[in-house]
């Protein structure tokens, strides 16, 4: 129907403009009686579901079908400390770790100073919250301000409005956040079918993703004891997501297991300047 349309509003507003001009075809009696013949339009597959979903949020206001941030609700769920529910519950100047899409930006001037500012809305899956950006943070950050774009964001909460607002202190795509937040890997084995060609891929696949993340084999017993062995410095890896699909593809869902930092992020020391160069007045 979309394909079709461009045609088809440019027949529409062509017999407009006829039927305003007062123009008859010649045939026009003709037709008239005549059944008219149904235009088939052309077969073609569904958009990719990023577009179909940018289109429902664009005509609807809201998502239909499904929700962009889905198929990164595992990485939501683990790198994130907060959502934009649970972090309304955070006492003043909390810090926090918390993931969502880019909704909307709104950037301006401001009048105190002059400087650019962005005041960001993103959505994670249970709501919305802000993030603003002023002075260094905006030009340091203002590149991945992207409409659609899933990001992590490291800051304060204030909690005085609706919705939470946060003051950043690092802000990163989400896809980067395994790697730097995820303390070890382990790949969670079955003793029954341990075997050395088992092990073999399990290597192999390690030494595609290196990395400085130390990796450990987690070894299930019938019984259900577990034993956990560290691997050489040359199995470590970088965590991501390609390498979770590469294992689970491999061995299956339940075989991949990081680590992570859940520690809150401290918050960052403020640099206090004195006035006048070294005279020593305030």
Partial sequence: MMAALDRVMARAASAAVDRQRGQVSLFDAVDAATPKRVEKSAQLSEWPQHELLAHEKELLGFYVTGHPLTPLAPLLEKY????STTAKALPAHGMTRIGGMVSAVQQGMSKKNGKAYAMVTLEDL?????????NDNYEKFRELLIPQKALLVIG???NDEDKPKLFPTEILPLEDAPPKFTKQIHFRLNTAHLTPELLERAGVIAQAHPGRCPLFLCLRRPAGELIFIETHERFHVAPSVALQQAVDNQFGGDTYHAKVDTTLPE????VWQRRGGDSGNE
């Fill in 126 to 134: 249970e709501g919305t919250f802000s993030v603003l950006l002023v």
């Fill in 156 to 158: 304060e909460v204030n």
């Fill in 80 to 83: 994130c400390l907060h959502t």
């Fill in 267 to 270: 918050r960052p020391k403020r």
